[in-house]
């Protein structure tokens, strides 16, 4: 058997995995935020290897693979030579294969450190993780004293010079992986009976489809389940659909005659779902909705970045740092339609030029519209507590936003179009099903936020041709951001007048 901690970890989580990886491993189907956290454990796994000081790393590719082989050895000959700390050491027993970020040479033994991008380190994958890892190595004939997690301080401050000591945490597992390390030899026993099978293992969905982490075979072994089902139900917890779906209630016709009350909104969405009705429209909610904004009427929307690795002094890892907004207008009723947007400078700290544009472009005591406003809001009120001569004018801007999402929300407008969704990627083609000028998808380079905070960073590091391309993507698509909400706006308008 080949085995690797990743396998293993999976095979944890569900055997299935493991069988699906195996035999039908095109049916996988990647998580966009696990890519996203992979890249950002990469980047803090490389910095994390200096947390001892000196050391030595095994890393070695043969034709841009990693040469597992040659890594093995290399970690054999550090050891000999009595390397006091190797990254990415390397060991192989009996098929199992195991790389440890850090091991540390001590009194008696070594001390495995294992390097999470998360900040929270009670997470229990992490220590099946490292509990493979020690029995690999103890079957290798390496005494494990101790086994840590390095885990990211989110309290940590950048000051303006990198201190590894304090932007890493370490906590010791040794209790928890002394808890869990017996079992580690019975599930790779019954690994090796579900790699064996020909037949796919007959496992029905449960909770650990999304637990610890979302399962990139949902799609495959969810095929069996109607498009739209009661796992689409709104604001519903996964366990309870689960519930509903074990005791044969799946579809929407099924929730519809159930005989259970589920809540106003879920009870819209099921009758939507199995009746071929208009769009609802609640004209007296939307009216007392529109009743609360005033003309000049401003429609912003943000974009930001997370560094796990804080660049900027004054800020923290992961800290969400607006490096962009657009910001569409319309100064009085039947108005114009206006627009104005900031892209910061890649590489440079963006809150001082982004808050000063802010200030330029919005005016006190003026209405402004975002869209799930709490995003908006958190970032005015920190650049407002970072910049203190701005303060009172951030915070107005803050104090005199209204948020567009409150009559969907509120159940003042649906169609079975939304899916029980409410946010503007979801609301947004519903409302406009054949608006091509409206669609995301017909942007080139950005088509969503994740890709914005991902490729706003590289900017610097671009070509000029290269550069320019992205910026104008960056550009176009939070345009598009607040023009959506400029057009549902216009809809609640218009339902209102109709």
């Known amino acids: 058997m080949h085995f690797s901690k990743s396998k293993y970890c999976g095979f944890y989580q569900c055997p299935k995995i493991t069988w699906l990886k195996k035999n039908k491993p095109e049916e996988f189907v990647p998580d966009e935020a696990a890519l996203g956290r992979m890249a950002s454990g990469n980047e803090l796994g490389d910095l994390a290897m200096g947390i001892f000081g000196d050391f030595v790393e095994t890393t070695t ?15 054999k000959e550090y050891m000999a030579k009595g390397e006091a700390v190797i990254c990415e050491a390397s060991f192989e027993y009996d098929g199992l294969y195991c790389a440890v970020d850090i091991l540390k040479k001590e009194p008696g033994g070594y001390s495995i450190y294992e390097v999470k991008s998360s900040t ?3 997470n229990f994958a992490y220590i099946v993780d490292v509990s493979y890892q020690k029995y690999v190595l103890e079957k290798c004939g390496v005494n494990i004293v101790s086994v840590n997690l390095v885990t990211v301080n989110n309290d940590y401050v950048f ?3 990198l201190k590894l000591n304090e932007l890493f945490k370490i906590t010791n597992v040794d209790q928890q992986v002394a808890d869990e390390i017996d079992k580690v030899e019975p599930n790779l026993i019954d690994a090796e009976k579900i790699l064996e099978r020909e037949d796919e293992p ?9 637990t610890p982490y979302v399962c990139g075979f949902w799609k495959y072994c969810t095929k069996h389940i109607p498009e739209v089902s009661v796992f689409n139900l709104y604001r519903t917890d996964f366990q309870k659909k689960l519930n509903y779906y074990y005791n044969g209630i799946i579809t929407m016709e099924d929730l519809a005659n159930c005989g259970e009350y589920l809540g106003d909104k879920q009870n819209m969405q099921i009758l939507h ?23 000049p009427l401003y429609f912003l929307d943000f974009e930001t970045m997370q560094l796990p690795i804080p ?9 969400q740092i607006p490096f962009q907004y657009s910001l569409h207008y319309i100064e009085s009723m039947g108005g114009e339609l206006k627009h104005k947007e900031f892209l910061a ?16 472009d919005i005016p006190q005591n003026v209405c402004v519209l975002a869209y799930n406003k709490g995003f908006e809001s958190g970032r005015l009120s920190e650049l407002a507590e970072t910049f203190p001569d701005l303060k009172d004018h951030l915070l107005n801007i803050a104090i005199n ?22 946010s503007i990627k979801s609301v947004l083609p519903a409302l406009f099903p054949n608006a091509p000028e409206l669609d995301y998808h017909n942007l080139d380079g950005v088509h969503n936020g994740g890709e914005a905070m991902s490729i706003f960073p590289k900017i610097k590091d671009m070509s000029p041709e290269d550069r320019e391309r992205a910026r104008n993507s960056l550009l176009k698509y939070c345009e598009l951001d607040t023009f959506a909400m400029v057009k549902i706006f216009e809809y609640l308008v218009n339902a209102v007048k109709e």
């Open 120 to 122: 929270h380190e009670h």
């Open 61 to 75: 590719y043969t034709d841009d693979k990693l040469d597992i082989p040659q890594m093995i050895e290399k970690t």
């Open 273 to 295: 779902a199995t009746s071929d009705l208009p769009d609802h429209i609640d004209a007296e909610g939307i009216k007392k909705f529109l009743g609360k904004l005033s003309y």
């Open 311 to 319: 660049q900027f002094v004054g800020t923290k890892p992961y800290q």
């Open 202 to 210: 007959n496992m029905d969905i449960s909770v650990k489809c999304h």
């Open 345 to 360: 400078e890649s590489g440079e700290d963006p809150r001082r030029a982004i808050a000063e544009s802010l200030c330029r």
């Open 401 to 422: 936003m209204k948020d567009l999402i409150d009559p969907f929300r509120d159940g003042y407008v649906y169609n079975r179009r939304m899916g029980g969704s409410f």
């Open 159 to 161: 000051d303006g010079t």
